[in-house]
């Protein structure tokens, strides 16, 4: 199998048209491997949030091409675009959207229900996932009643919980303290990364790079240079 979950060739995303056309990506190599956690960090309006949204099929790159868990997702449109998210994406966001009229347990459970499973099976998954989080005794409270941690590791478990090959996260810890910050990518590094999955998590809390195995540092829509544990090259 492809040892890179993402492969990204000269993609480019612009905004407008004409005089109004703004560059946002200027022509993105990267590539994300299996197996490991890959941040996207630079200055606010760098392009990293347009890249993970054009990485997970929520944009179309204006140009080059795009290759996801081996699937040409710049080829992909519409329905098909859709359900390809739904079976291999889990996504995080910066501000948790749970519903708040679902448990903790009914929120994580939602993917499976959106796959139409049976609702008491998915959340008796979602239950058991909870449990390793670290959140099995709030498995029936609502998001009123949990912290911010507590949400977070909640989006963390529906977004791992239909066992999809590729995380993406959105600043998933912009909205935590440092010690929580710190508590619950701990957990997503335990939980999440495995030798078949590859997680991307875009950020500017540098409080957390030390959890990344590689940090894709971006400017002006372009990737200036990539740093591993071993240092940049």
Not at 41 to 63: D, H, M, R, Y
Not at 92 to 98: A, E, G, K
């Amino acid at each position: 199998m492809n040892s890179h979950a993402v492969v990204c060739k000269n993609i480019s995303k612009n905004f407008g048209s004409g005089e109004d056309e703004v560059k946002v990506l200027r022509g993105i190599d990267l590539e994300v491997p299996l197996g490991e956690m890959t941040f996207l960090v630079g200055p606010s309006g760098c392009g990293k949030t347009t890249l993970l949204s054009v990485i997970a099929g929520l944009l179309n790159p204006s140009q080059g091409d795009l290759n996801v868990l081996g699937t040409p997702l710049h080829t992909i449109k519409g329905s098909k675009a859709v359900e390809f998210r739904r079976v291999n994406l889990g996504f995080v966001f910066q501000q948790f959207n749970l519903l708040p009229s679902l448990t903790a347990a009914e929120n994580a459970a939602v993917p499976l229900l959106a796959a139409n499973w049976n609702r008491k099976q998915a959340v008796e998954k979602a239950k058991t996932l909870l449990d390793d989080l670290g959140l099995g005794s709030r498995a029936n409270a609502y998001p009123n009643q949990l912290s911010g941690g507590q949400q977070q590791r909640v989006a963390f478990a529906r977004a791992l919980i239909h066992d999809p090959k590729l995380i993406v996260c959105d600043e998933p810890t912009s909205a935590l303290d440092e010690h929580t910050g710190h508590h619950v990518m701990e957990l997503l590094r335990k939980i999440a990364v495995r030798p078949e999955r590859a997680v991307l998590v875009v950020t500017h809390d540098n409080r957390i790079f030390n959890f990344a195995d590689r940090i894709a540092h971006m400017n002006d829509g372009h990737v200036t240079h990539i740093e591993t544990n071993g240092g940049s090259h």
